[in-house]
């Protein structure tokens, strides 16, 4: 089974200090990898996706990801945060085409950024 | 563009009652999902939708029923609610095809049930 695991329930970090929020996966094949992000009492929002390719992409609001396979890591990160990116972050794999292509998804990372 | 609208946004039902929760897109999309996210658990999948006239269990689906009405709605329906349903639930979408692209989530209904 397609799995994802987020070893921090929060990360707390200084406006302007660089951020990372981890992310491991398990997956029989070649993963498909998200990143999303909730702001309170709104859905998800897609920050970026890992299908192939570069190892390090690029996504919304200056965050970027590192696919590391020997490591089955995917860790969302950012030069320097701000306080608007207190949230909470989602990690997720893409099930396969038999499943629906459905996400299954961490427990979430609380971020929070002090002035 | 409104994307994935979901109604109600906020329900408090009592042990036993039922309701349906709305999901609408209108970005052609071939691929409707419903999540329920609870604290500390993330989203778990409950019922998924690959296409028009499909649907399909997922990890959760126990207390639950859906239809998949036409292309852009796909409703979930509460037989006889528990305290266990207690959630916030999300309907999202997805062009489909070969898996890469994202989904577009909704923002949400949050449901209580007493």
Redesign the interface.
Known sequence: AQSVAQPE?QVNVAEGNPLTVKCTYSVSGNP?L?W?VQYP??????LL?Y?TGDNLVKGSYGFEAEFNKSQTSFHLKKPSALVSDSALY?CAV?DP?D??????????TSLLVTP | NAGVTQTPKFQVLKTGQSMTLQCAQDMNHNSMYWYRQDPGMGLRLIYYSASEGTTDKGEVPNGYNVSRLNKREFSLRLESAAPSQTSVYFCASQWGGQGNQPQHFGDGTRLSIL
């Open positions: 329930d498909y998200f999303y009492n709104r859905g998800l929002q897609f996706k299908i989602f893409r085409p499943s629906g292509y459905a996400l299954n998804f961490g427990k979430g």
